[in-house]
Nanobody
Framework: QVQLVESGGGLVQPGGSLRLSCAAS????????MGWYRQAPGKERELVAT?????NYAESVKGRFFISRDNAKNTVYLQMTSLKSEDTANYYC??????????????WGKGTLVTVSS
C-alpha cells in the first residue's frame, strides 16, 4: 500500500508565501512523475505543476510557484510565492508509483487547504 501525505497548507495573506510538502511511503520501487493539482470551490481539479525529467507549470502559476523533489525521501515540494486570492484551493499531491507486483499506479493525497485572504 502506498500513501501520499501532504503538509504545509494554511491561511496566508495576499503576496505571502507557503511551502507544501508531500511524502510518499509504502512499497515503492520508483516514482515518476510527481506533482501538484488543486481544486477551488465549485471548480474542477486542475494541474499546478509536475516534475519528472522536466518540469511543467500551469500558466497561472509560472514565475510564482516552484516545484522540486527529493528522490531519496520520495518527497515533492511546492514553494508558492506572491500568492493571490485566486490561488485559494485544496492542493492535492499526485504520484505515479511503480509498485512491486502491480506495475505502475496513480496515487493521490487527501489534500491540504491553502487559503489566501487578508
Amino acid at each position: 500500500q502506498v500513501q501520499l501525505v501532504e503538509s504545509g497548507g494554511g491561511l496566508v495573506q495576499p503576496g505571502g508565501s507557503l511551502r507544501l510538502s508531500c511524502a510518499a511511503s509504502g512499497s515503492i520501487l520508483g516514482i515518476d512523475p510527481m506533482g501538484w493539482y488543486r481544486q477551488a470551490p465549485g471548480k474542477e481539479r486542475e494541474l499546478v505543476a509536475t516534475i519528472s525529467n522536466n518540469i511543467n507549470y500551469a500558466e497561472s502559476v509560472k514565475g510564482r510557484f516552484f516545484i522540486s523533489r527529493d528522490n531519496a525521501k520520495n518527497t515533492v515540494y511546492l514553494q508558492m510565492t506572491s500568492l493571490k486570492s485566486e490561488d485559494t484551493a485544496n492542493y492535492y499531491c499526485y504520484a505515479n508509483v511503480w509498485v512491486p507486483g502491480q506495475g505502475r499506479m496513480d496515487y493521490w493525497g487527501k489534500g491540504t487547504l491553502v487559503t489566501v485572504s487578508s
